[in-house]
């Protein structure tokens, strides 16, 4: 006969099993209610506490089905999303009706003119059918190689995205969000190691957004903004950046540092030498450096984004060749291989973390 201990633990583990297998009606909860701009809605009331009916009457529809909404938004407060509380009936609302308000931490979720800094655009992005076919792939992925995206959509993401303007305009203005936040975040703890630098030049560094935040507090900088010829075409002019034409693989522009920000976990080991070894070739050998910033994996930590850092590693499985996330074993043998035999490991306030490397 099972114990009352044993009981209890496969009790516990059909929990835990039923939960995580459920755990996509989080997601899909959340972008509903991004979808419909819930969170906005309420930050529009000062925050809330709002009403169902008062958020339900900002929802553009000609039939709006509220006893759905209720349900979103009971799991998305359980979620801790949003926050609830019951009025009493002499508040001028409705019996015990229930308040809805929008917790400082949502403030993520926010869109639109002043909140530059939102996580709404990924959360479309990364919840959207295209995004989430290539998932159900990994089986096959695991038995016969391959690349998930590929097997779902039947091209690689990037021929995907010149066919599909729609999913391009998804996925780039999702990127530009992480992009912002990682950027934000670099800035703010290594203003000593761009104070030292003259010239700099962004690798992959798309229409060249990135350099122009470093240059806004870094004016000393002459950037140098490097990607393929038909990314840079499309650049806008800037004050301080040169946009460049090429192919990293073939070769980098010459400056005092080099800037890769999610570039690397694109790409597999080999892929990644030869980028730091051509990155080695355009930096000087005394006082250069490469400024890589990227996850460095924890798989065991118990940080705020570890387990982030595995998720990603997944979604790298899921859209890239070879593209995966690396600890930070991982990372000093690329590094070593492709020439930069010291590093150093800087965190900041963001998923990503700085690893400066150096050639001597
Ligand atoms: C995920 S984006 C990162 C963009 C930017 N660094 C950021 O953080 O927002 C990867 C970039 O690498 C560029 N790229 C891909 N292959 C390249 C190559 N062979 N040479 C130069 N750039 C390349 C892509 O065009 C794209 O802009």
Not at 58 to 83: D, G, K, Q
Not at 160 to 182: H, K, Q, W, Y
Request: glycine share 10%.
């Amino acid at each position: 006969m099972e114990s009352l201990h044993e009981t209890e633990a496969t009790l516990i583990g059909q929990a835990h099993i039923s939960n995580l297998m459920n755990a996509y009606a989080g997601s899909m909860a959340l972008k509903c209610a991004v979808e419909l701009r819930i969170p906005d809605i309420i930050h529009s009331y000062g925050g809330g506490p709002v009403a169902l009916a008062q958020i339900a009457s900002r929802i553009p529809s000609p039939s709006l089905e509220t006893a759905y909404l209720a349900r979103i938004m009971r799991l998305l407060v359980r979620e801790n999303i949003f926050s609830a509380n019951r009025c009493q009936p002499d508040d001028g609302h409705e019996s015990h009706e229930t308040l809805y308000s929008l917790p400082p931490s949502s403030r993520w979720l926010l869109q639109g003119p002043g909140f530059e800094l939102s996580l709404a655009p990924v959360v479309l992005m990364l919840n959207h059918p295209w995004m989430m076919s290539p998932w159900h792939c990994f089986g096959d992925c695991i038995k016969t190689g391959g690349i998930a995206f590929e097997m779902a959509h039947g091209r690689k993401i990037w021929d995907f995205a010149l066919e599909n303007p729609e999913f391009n305009r998804l996925f780039n203005d999702g990127m530009a969000c992480v992009s912002r936040i990682t950027i934000g975040g670099i800035i703010e703890v290594y203003k000593d190691g761009f104070e030292s630098i003259g010239s700099l030049v962004d690798v992959g560094g798309g229409i060249g957004k990135n350099l122009v935040e470093i240059i806004k507090s870094f004016p000393h900088i002459q950037g140098i903004n490097y990607d393929l010829p038909h990314v840079v075409a499309t650049a806008p002019a800037h004050d301080g950046v040169t946009h460049v034409g090429g192919n990293m693989f073939e070769t980098i522009p010459h400056a005092d540092a080099v800037l890769m920000m999610e570039i690397m976990h694109h790409w597999g080991d080999e892929d990644c030498v030869k980028i730091l070894k051509n990155c080695r070739k355009a930096i000087p050998k005394k006082n250069g450096k490469v400024i890589i910033a990227n996850i460095v994996l924890k798989a065991e930590g118990d940080g705020m984004f570890d387990k982030t850092g595995l998720v990603m590693d997944l979604v790298m499985m899921a859209l890239c060749s070879g593209g995966k996330e690396r600890d930070e074993p991982e990372w000093k043998k690329i590094l070593e291989e492709g020439g930069f035999p010291r590093y150093n490991i800087i965190k900041t306030p963001c998923l990503q973390s700085i690893i400066e490397a150096y050639p001597l």
